[in-house]
């Protein structure tokens, strides 16, 4: 009997009408949106971690370290659903705009503020000296950030990174209010047409789960190749 | 490895560095030669380092001149990057790259700025670790090695560039003692071949061996300026005996 009741659900909350693509176009948007703002929060991130370390070690860039202040003064001191709700209807609330668009650009503008704190720490943690050693070898301040700051400062942030895309995963569950069908609203859609809560929610939540088990794996990968230089 | 007094590398005149109301140097002016040893000694907080290391311009000075090879590298307009080239460094604290291997370690700068192919710097890598007694540390990273190999890796980095002088921040003060040997011993050697060097140490013993001149830096000014000899032998600044007194 029971049994019968679990084939029952299971059948209509995932087979009938197909209802088991509304998770995996869900699901599509979802992984587009977070690989979209992901690569832009990684850019902007680093752009403003070099200007406020290159800030704050030397003196330099103080018009552009005063608005990356404010970029992320304002990123971080209000909440991620209010930027979407403005990206969506205030910024671009008169233009007809791909809605994937408007997601990335407002998950990467949110993210870029946390990466560029986690990648500033990451400079402002390697020894002075290294940059130093750099220069002294007539290196230029490019080539000494990207060959001999860069890879150590990413090295020790890599964790926080991982860990700044699993919360920007998690994070773009909130589209659905800029009336996009990311996973979470493909299961309330569900939800909302067999009036079974328990089945698609769980379904989602797993499916979040998995991903994110995903992700750390592969920083595991990651963080024991770079590591081969320590002392085992 | 004789001095010549005709051909003279660097020209500092009239040398200031303050940070913010704290005069450090106050008006050093001296001339290196190719082929000198010059030593510099003082007191700790004297301004020695920090005259070193306005040689390449790692600290910006706030007065006066640098003649690099003819050059006043001061002037913002000039090209830093490429005098650096010719002004090897080597650092208290070793600051190897940990992140890349010996031998990557040495040859990073010849291969990324483009002063020879990944081949030659190769083979220069082979002969400076040759050089510097350490054949069998080329796949090593630095982290495995103990400070007196650190160092002497340091050196070879720098002397990867083929430098016209090299200058030495407290070589040996963050080794143990028992490694102190084999950096100096490396460094009289490099001193005996024809390098010009300019040292900051607190070896009086290597300063009275190897130095072709000592200066005396006290409240950022140079005291005294004399060669081995007369300075250790026939000091004539108070100051300058009082700190030999305590010293040796």
């Known amino acids: 009997m029971i049994l019968a009741d679990i084939t029952q659900d299971l059948y209509l909350n995932f087979i009938k009408e197909d209802r088991y693509l509304w998770l995996l176009d869900g699901l599509k948007t979802t992984l587009l949106i977070t690989f979209f703002a992901a690569i832009l929060g990684i850019i902007l991130g680093f752009i403003v971690a070099i200007i406020r370390s290159t800030h704050d070690k030397s003196g330099h860039f103080k018009i552009l370290n005063a608005v990356c202040r404010v970029y992320l003064t304002v990123i971080r001191g209000t909440p991620t659903m209010i930027q979407l709700l403005i990206m969506n209807f205030v910024i671009f609330g008169s233009v007809s705009l791909d809605k994937v668009i408007v997601g990335s650009l407002a998950f990467g503008i949110n993210s870029g503020a946390y990466v560029a704190e986690i990648v500033r720490s990451g400079i402002m943690s390697i020894d002075p000296g290294q940059t130093e050693a750099g220069r002294s070898l007539g290196l230029n301040f490019t080539q000494t950030m990207k060959l001999i700051i860069m890879p150590q400062a990413f090295k020790n942030v890599l964790p926080a990174l991982v860990n700044e895309f699993i919360v920007l995963l998690k994070e773009t569950s909130i589209i659905g209010y800029i009336g996009m069908m990311d996973l979470t609203k493909g299961a309330m859609l569900i939800q909302s047409r067999t009036y079974n809560a328990f089945l698609p929610l769980i379904a989602a939540a797993l499916i979040y789960l998995a991903l994110v088990m995903f992700l750390t794996f592969l920083m595991n990968k990651i963080e024991r190749r770079l590591r081969t230089n320590e002392r085992k | ?248």
């Open chain 2, 1 to 248: 490895m004789s001095v010549n007094k005709d051909k003279v590398l660097i020209e500092v005149q009239g040398l200031q560095k303050a940070f913010g109301s704290n005069q450090v140097l106050d008006g050093i002016t001296t001339d290196i030669c190719q082929g000198e040893v010059v030593v510099v000694v003082g007191p700790s907080g004297s301004g020695k380092s920090t005259f070193l290391r306005s040689l390449n311009l790692l600290e910006v000075p706030t007065g006066g001149k640098i003649l690099f090879e003819g050059t006043d590298i001061t002037d913002p307009k000039v090209d830093i990057n490429r005098h650096r080239q010719k002004i090897g460094m080597v650092f208290q604290r070793f600051n190897l790259f940990p992140h890349k291997t010996v031998k990557e370690n040495i040859m990073l700068a010849p291969v990324t700025l483009k002063l020879m192919t990944k081949e030659e710097a190769s083979a220069k890598a082979d002969e400076l670790l040759e050089r510097v007694g350490l054949p069998d540390k080329a796949d090593t990273y630095p982290e495995m090695l103990s400070g007196g190999q650190m160092q002497r890796i340091a050196i070879a980095r720098a002397l990867a560039m083929n430098p016209d002088v090299m200058l030495f921040d407290e070589p040996t003060s963050a080794l143990d003692p028992e490694m102190v040997g084999e950096v100096l011993e490396l460094m009289k050697e490099l001193a005996q071949s024809g390098m010009t060097m300019v040292v900051v140490t607190h070896e009086m013993g290597f300063a009275r061996e190897v130095g072709t001149r000592v200066l005396f830096i006290d409240d950022g000014k140079i005291q005294e300026e004399n060669t081995p000899e007369e300075f250790f032998g026939n000091p004539k600044n108070p100051r300058l005996k009082d700190f030999l007194s305590k010293v040796l």
